[in-house]
């Protein structure tokens, strides 16, 4: 990760068993969770035209041509078999 994105993850609050969570220390619902990154998008100025999921496919992408490994790959973007992971 790089240093910015360190910084970021070190000031933010989370939860005993989740990453994220919502302003009331929950983990987000799946409808939550799609509005929130929806609204994160637009204020990285980042076109409405683009999905979430089109931004984690970048993540992937970015971790394999950073030579990440399947399972670590697997373990950031949430997948549950390497074979999604290695497309």
């Not at 979430?52 to 670590?72: D, R, T, Y």
């Not at 373990?75 to 290695?86: D, W």
């Given at each position: 990760?790089s240093?910015?994105?360190i ?6 609050q989370?939860g005993?068993d989740t ?10 619902a ?16 980042v076109r ?7 931004i984690?496919?970048s993540v992937?992408v ?6 990440a490994?399947?399972h670590e790959?697997?373990?950031?973007l949430?997948h ?8």
């Amino acid at each position: 990760m790089s240093d910015d994105l360190i910084d970021a993850n070190d000031a933010m609050q989370t939860g005993e068993d989740t990453f994220i969570i919502t302003s009331h220390g929950h983990p987000f619902a799946p409808d939550g969770f799609g509005s929130k990154s929806a609204e994160w998008r637009d204020v990285a100025g980042v076109r409405s035209s683009v999905a979430i999921q089109g931004i984690l496919k970048s993540v992937g992408v970015n971790m394999a041509e950073n030579q990440a490994a399947p399972h670590e790959i697997m373990a950031a973007l949430g997948h549950s078999s390497p074979k999604v992971a290695k497309v």
